[in-house]
């Protein structure tokens, strides 16, 4: 009994509980979570992308992109309080939630040969009650409009970079998504008073204050560029694992904005 309490207390307090009070990521869910994003990016590419001969371009990114606005939107929504609060669309169960619903659409795409219509079409569907809950429950519309000034500012140097050395399509659109969410993570914390839920990266606020994410995030953007680069040698699969950086940009990209603009 006591062992039970205890698995119990530490599952509560680690996993279950930060779910609902929005406290933020330490190292144990961190690890679990990356464990299980990298076993699910494995696992898809083995069996989706792999078994039905899927060519990983732009069109991926079209495909996924809507879904992706689906799920944030409707996370964000939760934290405005206007959805009661569901472990299937709380992080991580969001994420498990879109992939479940987006996965017939893809498999319906791939045997029609009409990628990326019938996912990009489903997930526009999802996503259209989400937004209008959005743009009817938003009460500082101008914490979006600081999201996207900063976003432009902090993409110069990639937008830049990419238009004098262009360097692969698929990952020069995920850098631009981890600019959106980057801007709005120092938004949040600098005009909010928000904090950063994210293990290493709140430890960095703490001592250097938000804007030093932006150097951080450039770091670990060239480390993934390089690190798939060299080591994964099949274009394919390089370019998935950079759809797959893709995704974890724009998610919280979207999702935090939202959050902000709906007063939470």
Do not use: C
Not at 31 to 41: A, D, P, T
């Amino acid at each position: 009994m006591e062992i039970s309490q205890e698995i119990y207390d530490f599952l509560w307090n680690y996993f279950i509980r930060p779910m609902y009070t929005r406290e933020g990521y330490n190292a144990y869910n961190t690890l679990l979570y990356g464990f299980l994003l990298g076993l699910g990016i494995i696992l898809t590419y083995n069996y989706i992308i792999k078994r039905f001969k899927i060519r990983v371009d732009e069109r991926l990114i079209y495909a996924a992109t809507p879904m992706i606005l689906f799920g944030s939107t409707t996370r964000a929504l939760v934290d405005g309080k206007v959805l009661e609060p569901n472990p299937l669309i709380l992080t991580p169960g969001i994420f498990f939630t879109a992939s479940f619903l987006l996965l017939p659409a893809f498999i319906a795409d791939a045997r029609l040969k009409t990628y990326p219509k019938i996912s990009a079409s489903w997930g526009l569907l999802l996503s259209s009650y989400p937004l209008y809950l959005f743009i009817s429950h938003a009460v500082r519309p101008y914490a979006y409009a600081l999201t996207l000034l900063y976003t432009a500012i902090f993409s110069i140097p990639i937008v830049l970079y990419y238009r004098f050395k262009p360097f692969d399509r698929v990952f020069y659109i995920a850098a631009l998504s981890h600019m959106y969410d980057l801007a709005s993570t120092i938004v949040a914390i600098h005009y909010y008073n928000h904090y950063e839920v994210h293990w290493i990266e709140g430890m960095l606020n703490e001592h250097f204050g938000p804007f030093i994410l932006y150097p951080w995030k450039l770091l670990i953007l060239a480390a993934v560029y390089y690190g798939v680069k060299y080591l994964v040698p099949d274009e394919n699969e390089r370019r998935y694992w950079y759809f797959a950086t893709f995704v974890l940009g724009l998610g919280p990209g979207v999702r935090d904005p939202t959050q902000l603009t709906l007063g939470a």
